[in-house]
């Protein structure tokens, strides 16, 4: 059995109201697996989270997981829960995200135009397995309704609201849920720092990050984060002032290269001082090749 292939491991958490986490990863076995495959590497290593909403016979499922045993489940507990009619928002392009289409390939699947068109330009290479390697994801389901800058979807007793941004990837997809105050936020935010896949933009980052603030929501939900938090109720809003920080300092070493000897720890004392994030070591990883993805750009 390859990484990621069995779902055994997924935790199934209620979380406010009629939302689901459904969260694998962040143990101690993953996180200290060798790091050869995009499961691990940034998935299962760090922990990742997809969501679903069930309102009645309908629900809305926030990114596919990384496998599609794991969207299975995710598909069955939601059908379990009286679900009859599926609709899946893909919070962006990356692996970790899409990989269980095939679960949903009878739902409407919805992203934003970005989205849409780098799973199309590398649906190929996605589903051979030579797209940031294997494990193949074939075959890969590509989004049925498309959108630009932002999407109101309807369920039977309220709204939820999907938004554009530039943030972590260019075609990041929040989902909003105004009547709860939480944002649904996809990879756009983490804990206990974000991953820079497009080192070129990150100043872009920081004014859209406070643009996403301006949505007003009270509790953030990021798909790669503490299981506990998201389980206990999420992260404050200052989940974004850490972000946006960080984002700083990144952009500051190339000002000042003793930043560059800096641990994680020391890199994010401050935040970490005034909780709001919390340490988990296998990002030191990922501060150092943040960091050399900034000095490379």
Not at 149 to 166: I, T
Not at 195 to 215: C, N
Not at 227 to 254: M, S
Request: charged content about 20%; proline content about 4%; hydrophobic content about 40%.
């Amino acid at each position: 059995m390859t990484a990621g292939e069995s779902a055994s491991d997924m935790h199934v958490m209620r979380l406010a109201g009629n939302l689901l986490g459904f969260y694998d990863g962040r143990g101690p076995a993953t996180a200290s697996a060798p790091i050869d495959n995009w499961v691990d590497d940034g998935a299962l290593s760090l922990g990742i989270c997809s969501f679903a909403i069930v309102d009645g016979a309908e629900a809305i499922v926030y990114d596919t997981h990384v496998s599609i045993a794991h969207a299975r489940r995710i598909r069955e507990t939601v059908e379990q829960l009286g679900a009859r009619s599926i609709r899946v928002v893909l919070s962006h392009w990356h692996l970790d995200h899409i990989a269980g289409t095939e679960a949903f390939a009878d739902c409407e699947i919805i992203a934003n135009a970005t989205t849409a068109a780098l799973l199309a330009d590398h649906r190929s290479a996605i589903e051979a397995g030579t797209h940031e390697g294997p494990p193949a994801i074939s075959p890969l389901i590509l989004p049925t309704t498309v959108f630009d800058g932002g999407l109101r979807l309807e369920l039977p007793s309220f709204e939820v609201e999907l938004a554009e941004f530039e943030i972590h990837s260019r075609d990041a997809t929040v989902m909003h849920l105004p009547h709860a105050g939480i944002l649904l936020a996809g990879d756009t935010v983490e804990d206990t720092v974000t991953y820079v896949s497009e080192p070129d933009r990150l100043e872009a980052h920081i004014g859209e990050l406070e643009r996403m603030r301006g949505l007003g929501a009270g509790t953030i939900l990021p798909n790669h984060g503490s299981r506990e938090i998201i389980q206990g109720g999420g992260y404050a809003p200052t989940l974004i002032d850490a972000t946006q920080q960080y984002v700083r300092n990144l952009l500051g070493t190339a000002s000042d290269p003793s930043e560059l000897h800096l641990d994680l720890r020391a890199f994010v004392g401050e935040e970490l001082g005034a909780g709001w994030i919390s340490w988990f070591e296998p990002y030191e990883r990922v501060h150092q090749s943040n960091l050399a993805a900034v000095r490379t750009a």
